[in-house]
């Protein structure tokens, strides 16, 4: 009879099978979308502007993450402390609860920006998760001037690319979160912590 932690383990890696092969399919498709978009986009790698932003993310994809980097993931858990504890103290400054939704999303993401907060994932430039990083980071380009996802005096990127993958996209992964016992969306280092004590 297994135990509940050989069951959760035994979740946590279909989990994580099931997000990575939608990952795949996403990938063909975005690829196919901007292979057929007039004028690209204007990311290239390196670029990192969008690392800067509150990534919004499901469970079945934070479980993916630390199921595929636990050392990554272990070697950052003080920083995504910090950056929880910081999302919790920009809520309580505005009067909001820190949970995402579409009614605190906006003005929880643009205080974030505003501070100068990065993805703990980010290292010189670069995503460290980077195959397997969520829809919301696999799906987000755009063709305004690169400027304006660096600096938040300048203004916020525009003319943004969202792929039709990603209007699917959290509808599919928090069924896949369901079917193994978490569908939740949160801010990615919400969503990391949440993670690891499922680990």
């Known amino acids: 009879m297994p135990t509940r932690a050989e069951k959760l383990r035994r979740a946590n890696r279909a989990m994580r099978r099931e997000v990575q092969a ?5 990938d063909a498709e975005v690829r196919e979308q901007l292979t057929n978009l007039d004028g690209g986009v204007s990311c290239t790698k390196g670029c990192a502007g969008c ?34 504890k910081a999302l919790e103290a920009i809520a ?9 939704t579409n009614e605190t999303r906006t003005a929880l993401s643009n205080e974030w920006w505003l501070q100068g907060h990065s993805c703990a994932f980010l290292a010189n430039g670069l995503c460290t998760i980077y195959a397997q ?11 305004s001037d690169p400027a304006l996802c660096h600096d938040p005096e300048v203004g916020r990127a525009v003319d943004v690319v ?20 978490d569908a939740s969306v949160a801010a990615l ?10 680990h």
């Not at 993450?65 to 950052?76: D, G, K």
């Not at 309580?92 to 995402?100: R, S």
């Not at 990083?133 to 063709?143: G, L």
């Open 189 to 198: 280092p919400t969503a990391i912590l949440h993670a690891w004590k499922r």
């Open 162 to 181: 969202q792929p039709r993958a990603l209007l699917t996209g959290f509808a599919h992964l928090l069924q896949v979160g369901a079917r193994h016992g």
């Open 22 to 26: 939608f990952n795949v399919r996403v």
């Open 133 to 143: 990083r969520p829809i919301a980071c696999r799906t987000y380009f755009v063709r």
């Open 51 to 84: 690392c800067r932003q509150l990534t919004v993310t499901t469970s079945a994809e934070a479980q993916n993450i630390v199921e595929s980097y636990p050392n990554l993931v272990r070697q950052h858990l003080p920083a995504f402390e910090a950056q929880d």
């Open 92 to 100: 309580a400054a505005q009067g909001l609860p820190p949970e995402l």
